[in-house]
């Protein structure tokens, strides 16, 4: 299986934006419209942000938003808040039954 | 209101067995696609398995050939059954629920794996 490669920090300041990308090293995100990244505050399970590359369930702040191109996926959080200081993952179907993660991003707010 | 509660990690010797529990609250697991994630100590997220609707099972090829998942639907529970454990599957285990879209939309909190002489 292979993998996603997300970088392993970043950062902004309060009402900044900030994107985090997910690359992938084969066609597994490129081939699908199955993307998702989920956010992980220490200590707490991993909670849905986007699904399906660029769709919010509901309850999520529209400050967040994803988008595609060829093989790399990205997360845009806009309006930096405090809150928003976690981890994030990024997800894609594999194919074959299987799915892939990336290595998690931990975002600073400044 | 959907909630899932793992259960049955420990610390466990190297070659040892645990059983995983995911108990289901607010909807039927049968009726859905359920998955376990794992997640190493400081590490990123890592896909383990999955059970579709209809029964059929996929592993990561990490785990393939040790681990085994399955249900109950009478006590709407998933499981993971993890056999000859090695001290890289030290982890906390979260099940989610699986949707049509290939995504996860609830997890529980987790279950710590601890495999250590």
């Known amino acids: 299986q292979s993998a996603l490669t997300q970088p392993p920090s970043a950062s902004g300041s309060p009402g900044q934006s900030v994107t985090i990308s997910c690359t992938a090293t084969?066609?597994?995100?490129?081939?699908?419209?199955?993307v998702s990244w989920y956010q992980q505050r220490p200590g707490k399970a991993p909670k849905l942000l986007i699904y399906?590359?660029?769709k919010r369930p509901s309850g999520v702040p529209d400050r967040f938003s994803g988008s595609k191109s060829a093989n790399t996926a990205s997360l845009t959080v806009s309006g930096l808040q405090a809150e928003d200081e976690a981890d994030y993952h990024c997800n894609s179907y594999a194919g074959g039954n299987s799915w892939v993660f990336g290595g998690g991003t931990k975002l600073t707010v400044l | 209101e959907v909630q899932l509660v793992e259960s049955g990690g420990g610390l466990v010797q190297p070659g040892g067995s645990l059983r995983l529990s995911c108990a289901a609250s607010?909807?039927?697991?049968?009726?859905?696609?359920m998955t376990w994630v794992r997640q190493a100590p400081g590490k990123g997220l890592e896909w383990v398995s999955v059970?579709?609707?209809?029964?059929?099972?996929y592993y990561a090829d990490s785990v393939k050939g040790r681990f085994t998942i399955s249900r109950d639907n009478s006590k709407n529970t998933l499981f993971l059954q993890m056999d000859s454990l090695r001290p890289e599957d030290t982890a906390l285990y979260f099940c989610a629920r699986g949707t049509s879209g290939r995504f996860f939309d609830y997890w529980g909190q987790g279950s710590l794996v601890t495999v250590s002489p």
């Open positions: 607010g909807f039927t697991v049968s009726d859905n696609y």
């Open positions: 399906e590359v660029n």
């Open positions: 084969s066609s597994d995100v490129g081939g699908y419209n199955y």
């Open positions: 059970l579709y609707r209809g029964g059929g099972t």
